[in-house]
């Protein structure tokens, strides 16, 4: 078994400084972390596991997995579910959010449904995007669809 060496000390500014087994974070090297909360689907506190019905009115967002919902403009054409319709993720992953067809539907013009997740200003206020500075980001996902063609 492997021990932890954690240390804490009051640098100059009067902040704290943490080492974890002799690495000291810092801006610069922690870079690329995540910044999307439970992007792995695995806390589902809202509806503990349960299928929820997509709102029955157009325009309104419906709440899935913690942190994660659904925008649509059309009402009542899709379920939710943590897990839903027991499909194997991919290795490394145990949990998804499933989006769930209620019956044949093809989208019309003018329509969107939008899964989505509102990433909080503080956890990207350092990528100073609205300034001249503005950072570059990578965004990347795993998508599984039982219908073939372009999503």
């Known amino acids: 078994m492997s021990s932890l060496k954690v240390n804490s000390v009051v640098d100059a500014a009067g902040g704290n400084t943490v080492t974890?087994?002799?690495?000291?974070?810092?801006?610069?090297?922690?870079?690329?972390?995540n910044?999307?909360?439970?992007?792995?689907?695995?806390?589902?506190?809202?509806?503990?596991?349960?299928?929820?019905?997509?709102?029955?009115?157009a325009n309104t967002s419906t709440w899935g997995v913690d942190r994660w919902a659904v925008f649509a403009s059309v009402g009542s054409k899709f379920t939710m579910q943590q897990n839903a319709g027991l499909v194997t993720p991919p290795n490394g992953f145990k949990n998804y959010q499933g989006?769930?067809?209620?019956?044949?539907?093809?989208v019309a013009a003018g329509e969107t449904?939008?899964?989505?997740h509102n990433v909080e200003g503080f956890n990207v206020a350092d990528l100073a995007w609205g300034t001249a500075n503005a950072q570059a980001i990578t965004v990347s996902f795993w998508v599984r669809s039982s219908l073939t063609g372009n999503f």
């Open 20 to 33: 974890v087994n002799g690495y000291t974070p810092t801006m610069s090297n922690m870079a690329g972390r």
């Open 99 to 106: 989006v769930t067809s209620s019956s044949a539907y093809t």
């Open 35 to 57: 910044r999307i909360i439970n992007g792995d689907m695995r806390i589902d506190q809202r509806n503990a596991g349960a299928s929820v019905a997509a709102s029955p009115s």
């Open 113 to 116: 449904i939008q899964l989505y």
